[in-house]
């Protein structure tokens, strides 16, 4: 080993590690430059890795077509009793499922080295901060941890020889036998996948996949999973959603935290620049926030990563200027196009497409190419503190007072562009029935609508039921100083399959009206799902939208909604006697009002 560990509980694990994996070599991270680069040398060496001529200290990666998202199928919350992982989670015995994964673990890393990473959710050294060791056998992972967490050795000294640290156990799942030539992105098969979550023990287990959250466990694992089952016991919050300051003209800031499922929009509002004079915009989080209450009796919201590992289809100058610029240079890609001059694409980048480019497959493609150049789950990897909108308090240890929760989702029909929860345990409903279409951040069929509450069905660590029970108790809590709650749906589209709402940056129009909202400013008018914008209540100034469009996003149709109730019942249903008393209430009030 190249650093010596002190920490008791951290030997111990990399000796039982060492002796189940078998790797050949175990390395210490530390989270330096110098160890990021020669990660990166590795990779290019072994052909993993294209570094790009046209971005400065940038490369891309190709995966296996096989290994190009999260498996939500292969996901499991393993607690003792399979109602503590609930209906939504996949169960499997503590016991059993670790003889399954020991099975799959020995040897798995045999003719590759071991990496240990140190690494902090949340600033280094801060009280809300949760410590976390990864132990992974791929480079590529170390070095994305660089960008998403807080790889350093100041970690280890932190933990000195007692602290308690989440071991986060990964492996690509492809033993390299000797003398065998790796191929670039080597992984298990689908059926060999497992991401393995213990919360009673604190402790994740991921197997077979190299990307994103199968394998960067300091993120959907540990700072959603089982950091929302630590929250839950010490009364806080760890939500899927971003965090952004909105300042309005008048100097006011408001702190909103918005939910929406993955691929849904979190990155593109967190980074928005507003289309509305005089607003200002700054990024916290894109992605998770943990939220406590302070002192004064409000919600205070830290972002636990230090990078974004964001959707890079969609994303351009016109779309998300201010990610575009996060980009330019320092960044890993993975699974787009790549140029002849040395550069990225995807589909969205540009208004005119290359006329060649290397497809995420490694393939030849052209403007006639049937297949996508990009996968459409397509990432870049990238710090935070590259964004040039990210707000000065991002890394503030106190967090920022949230003022408004946002939730949302992908609807082509039905749901309105932004309705107003009338108060907590209506938002709390809000929350809980939140639907939206499935996407390719997950493998699996894309467009299937399905219920995803809070945008955290593939999040959260425990019974859902019991999830909803702690937004209600964290409402209590907050009395008068709880955030006023919205939903929000950019994605309604028109009978010929076009968007209504322009969306980006004119999504400040909606963030301008919530605000009002706050201020007691706006006007709002009563509808059976909630509170809408009265006529003109919107600023659509300088917007060039038909005022049929603007009618059909407001429009909340008693037919369309009346047919969501029975879904909304059964959705409700699997939860059995976990289902709070206070969300059947909610669900019987909207039955009334639909009349
Ligand atoms: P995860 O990283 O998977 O959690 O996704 P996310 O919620 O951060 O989604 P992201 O902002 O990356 O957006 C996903 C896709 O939706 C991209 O292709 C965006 O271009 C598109 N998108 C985001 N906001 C809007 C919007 O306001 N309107 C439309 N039409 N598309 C949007
Ligand atoms: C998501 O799927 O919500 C993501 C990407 O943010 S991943 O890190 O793969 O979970
Ligand atoms: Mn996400």
Redesign the pocket.
């Known amino acids: 080993m190249n650093i010596e560990v002190k920490n008791r509980k951290l030997n111990a694990w990399i000796s039982e590690v060492v002796a189940m994996c078998r790797p050949d070599a175990v390395y210490i991270c530390d989270g330096s430059k110098k160890e990021y680069d020669s990660m990166m040398e590795k990779l290019v060496a072994a052909g993993s890795g294209i570094p790009l001529e046209k971005r400065a200290g940038s490369y891309l990666f190709r995966s296996d077509p096989s290994d190009v998202a999260r498996v939500e199928d292969r996901t499991y919350i393993s607690t003792s009793a399979q109602d503590e992982a609930g209906p939504t989670n996949n169960w499997l015995d503590p016991a059993s499922l670790k003889e399954t994964m020991k099975g799959f673990y020995k040897d798995c890393m045999k003719g590759r080295t071991m990496y240990v990473i140190p690494f902090s959710m949340g600033p280094i050294g801060s009280p809300i901060s949760k410590i976390g060791v990864e132990i992974t056998d791929s480079p590529y992972v170390v070095a994305n941890m660089h960008i998403m967490t807080r790889v350093s050795s100041k970690v280890l000294e932190l933990l000195g020889a007692e602290n308690d640290f989440i071991p986060c156990l990964h492996s690509i799942g492809a033993p390299l036998e000797s003398g065998r030539k790796d191929v670039p992105w080597p992984c298990a098969p689908i059926e060999q996948k497992y991401i393995s979550h213990f919360p009673e023990e604190n402790l994740i287990w991921s197997y077979g996949s190299g990307y994103g959250g199968n394998a960067l466990l300091g993120k959907k694992c540990l700072a959603l999973r089982i950091a929302s089952v630590m929250a839950r016991r010490e009364g806080w919050l760890a939500e899927?959603m971003?965090i952004l300051r909105l300042t309005n003209p008048e100097g006011r800031q408001y702190h909103i935290a918005a939910a929406?499922?993955?691929?849904?929009?979190?990155?593109?509002?967190?980074m928005m620049q507003p289309s509305l004079k005089g607003w200002k915009c700054e990024c916290i989080g894109?992605?998770i926030a943990w939220m406590k209450i302070g002192e004064d009796g409000r919600l205070h919201a830290i972002n636990p990563e230090s990078g974004f590992?964001?959707?890079a289809?969609?994303?351009s100058y016109d779309?998300?200027p201010m990610a575009m610029d996060t980009i330019r240079d320092n960044v890993i890609f993975t699974n787009c196009a790549l140029t002849d001059d040395g550069d990225v694409w995807w589909e969205?980048m540009t208004d005119e497409l290359p006329a060649h480019l290397i497809d995420w497959k490694g393939r030849d493609w052209t403007p006639e190419s049937k297949a996508e150049a990009a996968h459409p789950?397509a990432?870049f990897t990238a710090h935070a503190s590259r964004c040039p909108v990210i707000c000065k308090d991002w890394e503030n240890p106190a967090g920022v007072p949230i003022d408004i929760f946002i939730f949302g989702g992908?609807r082509s029909s039905v749901v309105p562009l932004v309705y107003e929860a009338f108060n907590w345990d209506h938002g709390v409903f809000l929350g809980a029935t939140a639907a939206s279409e499935t996407?390719s951040?997950n493998i699996g069929a894309v467009g299937n609508l399905r219920r995803d509450p809070f945008?955290m069905k593939p999040f959260c660590g425990y019974n859902m039921g019991d999830y909803f029970q702690h937004w209600l108790n964290m409402g209590d809590r907050l009395g008068n100083k709880a955030p006023r709650i919205f939903y929000v749906n950019?994605?309604r589209k028109s009978d010929e399959g076009k968007?209504l709402?322009?969306?980006?940056s004119?999504?400040s129009r909606v963030l301008k009206w919530i605000c009002e909202r706050v201020e007691e400013k706006a006007g709002a008018q009563k509808s059976a799902i909630g509170l809408l914008p009265l006529d003109g209540a919107l600023d659509l100034s300088g917007l060039n939208i038909p005022s049929e469009n603007m009618k059909e996003l407001l429009q909340v149709d008693p037919v369309e909604w009346k047919a969501e109730v029975p879904d909304i019942k059964a959705h409700f249903d699997i939860f059995g006697d976990r289902l709070p008393e206070r969300l059947v209430v909610q669900l019987q009030e909207l039955r009334k009002r639909l009349g």
């Open positions: 899927h971003l929406f499922p993955s691929a849904c929009g979190k990155t593109n509002l967190a894109d992605d590992f964001g959707v289809p969609g994303t779309t998300n969205g789950n990432r992908r996407t951040a945008a950019w994605f968007f709402w322009p969306g980006f004119d999504n």
